[in-house]
């Protein structure tokens, strides 16, 4: 076998295998999509910014309820926030999950 050929078939093992790191995050992402509420406030993430009280209103859930769950995804880098005076508003933060949660939608929406 030759050098360029051994690398190659190298290259095609590690990425088979997925590091510590690596599966730690992915559980973590479907952990954070397991949840229907967090799923339900991911999903008005998408539409538009919002604040913890128009997330509670707009969703019907207690502040402290919607507070828990932003800091999960936060904490996941799913939501990111801005301050506008005592006002946090959040919105989604990584663009490939709110792709694979939209697809998931749309996928039980045509089943």
């Keep these: ?15 088979a295998e997925l ?3 690596t599966l730690f995050v992915v559980s ?3 952990k954070a999509l397991s949840d229907p509420t967090r799923i339900r406030i991911l999903h008005l993430l998408c539409e538009q ?8 209103d707009t969703l019907d859930l207690r502040q402290s309820t ?8 936060k904490n996941l880098r799913l939501v990111k926030y801005r301050r506008a005076g005592t ?9 490939h999950v709110i792709d694979l949660l ?3 939608i749309n996928h039980a929406l045509h089943h």
Excluded: P
């Design 49 to 56: 910014e919002m604040s913890v009280n128009q997330i509670a």
């Design 102 to 104: 939209q697809q998931t």
């Design 87 to 95: 006002t946090l508003y959040y919105s989604h933060d990584d663009e």
């Design 19 to 21: 590091d510590e790191e």
């Design 28 to 30: 973590q992402t479907f």
């Design 1 to 15: 076998m030759s050098k360029e050929e051994d690398k190659k078939k190298q290259d095609e093992q590690e990425r």
């Design 66 to 73: 919607v507070s828990h769950q932003l800091r999960f995804l």
